[in-house]
Structures are given as structure tokens and as C-alpha cells.
């Protein structure tokens, strides 16, 4: 995940700049860099590896500049050499960049044909080069931010600074984080509190689409639309704590917004962006073209991110898959083929049951492939290859950002699988590539649903009983609804396959029963339509949380809609868990639940 750093100040920032950004190195990077302007031009200094190169070269070349960017990069598009480092800069302006800027290859074209020259492989020298052609028609800096940050899809934080311009320096935010920090004739940016806790505690976090202009005297915030927005100061701890909430009320909330950006950075770490190939980061000790069957076991939520790879392995890789709760698995005695694939999911790494499953599986001759986040954890030490979740510490014990994670690897793998195994050609993979690259930014935009959301919590809290209702990778997507809502409210809640409605739930459907469906616009749809007339004859509110079209074709009076963006429907699971999980923080914490630690659970279950 890459660390952005800015100062804008009245004395040479490099060395401070430098300073905060090794405060950011447990988010991992491969090469760094640092521009300021001196004598009103913009200069940089970018070295590969770790930041002591980059400190050695600033050694040779000290830069003095009074403004300036810094970054940590974690390569995703382009490999981590000197000349894909961060900032990236044209005679105009220079910027640092965390995310992924979706739309860069149909920017770049266009770029390219109105005569600008592109050096790196990265998808972020656009921004450089868009905002340089808005500034060449006439534009000031901040207006052609303004002009060029409209075009960008995708997660992304930016922090820019212009040759000729020592007093300003602008940031903005869209689905990554960026926070501005207060200090006495200085100004700062940076990725989160802790970039910023050596030079001050005064914090203002920027909202989803915000962008900032700074001086040395001040900040100015505008929103998405471009308005100038009011944003709040707080006061942070974070030169004392290495995990804090930021600007939210629980972890739980802060974990849900970090998705678009540690999702990203998973997939990142196992998709070759660039070509649009599926690029495992470790050599498997087995030929996928070799398996007969895979065999999934885990607990919980990591269970039902398994169950949704069922349908991804089954449909990319061809391959059957076996799935279990590993309470159960474990004592099955579960015959299976030497030389097969025992996949574990696990956050923590350390669940009883689930290590349990892969001793079993271990012993019956398989392959352990583990998807955990801690990768120092028991479960990790005892596979043969670790597929890591890059979540970050997960504090809050109801599971969101582990489990979106959870699923960008399990995606990758399914596509990787279905590549080795001659099921996808290239061309199909470079589309289910490409579609995942698309999931951090339908994430982003997911959280703009979230005051219509917390509006229908209060409804919800009043709920005795909730369904959700789902099919194909929606249907465990309903499973993990009814337990996060369940977990964290204790509103009891059930999920099902809508197809089984009619076979024994519809009995208790009735006025005061809230039937949450998740139904994209996909193949399966007409068939979620009728079950949804089933409860609507039947008095049910029913809870839409499903794209345009979906509303539109339905003909169902719902009692509310929630509108998620157009997608593909192949892993359209990973955005739609953001308004599921929503639901169930902004109804607990109506209901004044103790949202991050729930009454009997524990974040990582170590006995049986
Ligand atoms: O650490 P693990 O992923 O192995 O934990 C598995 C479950 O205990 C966990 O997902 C649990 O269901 C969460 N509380 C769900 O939010």
C-alpha cells in the first residue's frame, strides 16, 4: 500500500518529508521518492528499495525546497524500478499517488494523441500529464486539478505540487486514504495520523471525493462537486498508537471505508495490472492442470468467502470444489485424493477449527493453500504456500475488510487456475482481470449510499427478524449479511438461497418482516423477481440493494432501494458486501451496540 506525504512550509522540507514517510513503511513499498522546487523548478530525487537509498541519494543531492511530495510506492502498474518511483512530473507539476487510476490506459491514448510523451509503465504519470494539458490551456493549478480529477476512476489519494507555485500544494481523495495536518506557518498531507504525528496532532481528514488546497497559512477544502466544504480538526493520539480510528467512531467503520484501498492492494499484489494477467506471487507446489478437486474449509465469515469461490473455482477453472465448516470437516473423516488441494481461509490464522481441518487435510496427503491475513500466525506456518491477505490489522470483531480481501485472492486464484488449466484464454482472463481491477472503485462509490443506509438502519433496529435473500455468489453474500447484522445488532437474521424461499421461510413472512435481497441485473435475476413478488404478496418489505436496471425490471413495490453502481456480475460479490456490512454497523450503532467488541465474541477463536 503506498504512503503519500506533502509539506508546504517556510524551510527545506525533504528531510522531514523523509521522516514521515518511514513512519509509513509497515504499509510495504518497493522504492520511494521526493520532489520540492527549487528556485521555483521542480526537482526530484527517486531511488528503488528501501528509503535508505533514498536517503543516501538525498545525501548526494540534498534538495532544499520549502514545499514538497514524498511517497512510498508498492508497484502495481510497472515494476518497482527508479524510473517508475513516485513523483511523477512533467515541466509543470509533480505528484504522488496511492491507488489505481482505472481509466489510465483510454487517458494515456488520448494523451498520447494530443502529443504528450509518456517515460514510465505507471498508470499515474496520467494524472501528471492531465493535469499538465489542462494547465496548457490556460487553467491555474488548482483549476486544472479541478478540471482533471472528474476524469479519474478508480480508488485513489493524490498530492500534487507546481513548478513556480512554493506556496501551494493540493491533495485529493477518493476512496484512499489522505488526512491534512495543522501546524504554525506549515501545512501537512499524508496517508494517515501517523505520517503526520512528528510535526503535529491537529488532524483534518478528507471525506470520499475531497480535494484540499494548501498553503503555508491554511487549508481550503472543496467537495466532489467542486464547492468549498467545511471539514472538522481533531485531535489525535497517533504518535502513541500504531492502530488508530482516524476519523471514525469504531474500527468497524474505519475498517468498511479502508477497503477500496487495501482490496486494491491485494489484488495488486496478485494481478499484473499492466498486461492484465493474473501473476501469483509465490511458485505452487502443484499443477493446477494436475487437480481433480479442491476442498475448502473455514469458520464464519471465511467460510462464506470460501463459498463464494466455490462458484468462482467451479465456473473459471473448472474444477469441482468441496466445501465444509471446518467444525464439521474436521471430524468427518472425509475420504480425500492424495496430491489434492486443501485450501484454508482465515483471518486471524490461528482458528482451532480451522487449523484442525488442514492437520486433517495434511495427513490425508493434500496441499495446504492458505488465504490468511496474519502471516505470522500458526495456520500460515503450517501450509505449504500462503496466499496473504493484505488487510492490514483487522480490530474490529465483526470481519468486513479481511473479507473482501479474502475474496480478491480467492478471485485471483480462480482466474490463475482457470489460466493454467486451459479453461479461460487470454482474452477472457484480461476481462475478469480487468473487471477486478474495477472493484476498489465501485467499492468507493458504494460509500455514497451510506446516508441512505444509515436512514434505513433506523427502520431496521426496530426489526425482530431479518431474511436476505441472494443467488449464485449473492446467496452466501446473504449468509454473511444475516451474521454480520446478527453479530454486531443481535437482531436475529437468517440468509437463504432465494430459491429456497418456498420451501419452508416463507412462512414467516409477513408486515413486519424486512426481506433484504441482493439481486444485481444478472442471469439469475427474473428468478429473484419472482421470489420477491412471493414476499411482496405476502406483506414483506422488501429491501432492494441491486443496480439501476435491477429497479427498473423488477416491478416490485420495494419499501426501500439501495443503488449500487453498473458492474459485471462476475465478482460483483466483493462491492455489494460494502452496503451489506454497512447495514448492519449503522443498525447496531443505532441500537447504542458495542459495535467493535459484541457482547460473547472474540476476535480470534483459538479452542473448539
Ligand atoms: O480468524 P478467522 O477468519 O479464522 O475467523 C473466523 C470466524 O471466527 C470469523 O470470521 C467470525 O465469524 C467473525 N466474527 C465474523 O465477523
Redo the contacts with the bound molecule.
Sequence with gaps: MCGIVGIVGASPVAEQIVESLRRLEYRGYDSAGVATLENGRLTRVRAEGKLKNLAAKLQEHPLKGAVGIGHTRWATHGRPTENNAHPHATDRVAVVHNGIIENFRELREELTARGHVFKTETDTEVVAHLVTDEMQKGHSARDAVAAALPRLRGAFALAFIFNGEPDLLIGARQGAPLAVGWGEGEMYLGSDALALAPFTNTITYLDDGDWVVLTPKGAQFFDASGLPARRAKVQTQASAFLVDKGNHRHFMAKEIHEQPEVVGRTLAHYLDMSSGAVRLPFELPFDPKTLTRITIS?????YYAGLIAKYWFERYARLPVEIDVASEFRYRDAPMVDGGLMIVV???G??AD?LAALRYAKEQGQHILSVVNVQTSTIARESDVVAATLAGPEIG???TK?FTCQLAVLACLAVGFGSARGALDATREAELVADLISMPGLMAEAFKREPQIEALARDLAKAKDVLYLGRGTNYPLALEGA??LK?ISYIHAEGYAAGELKHGPIALIDEAMPVIVLAPFDAVFEKTVSNMQEVAARGGKIVLIGDARAKHESAVPFFATIAMPDMAPDFAAIPYAVPVQMLAYHTAVVMGKDVDQPRN?AK??TVE
Design positions: 473455514a469458520c464464519g465469515t471465511a482465515s483471518q486471524s490461528e482458528t480451522t470483531v465483526a470481519s479481511a451474521l454480520k453479530e465474541l480470534s477463536v
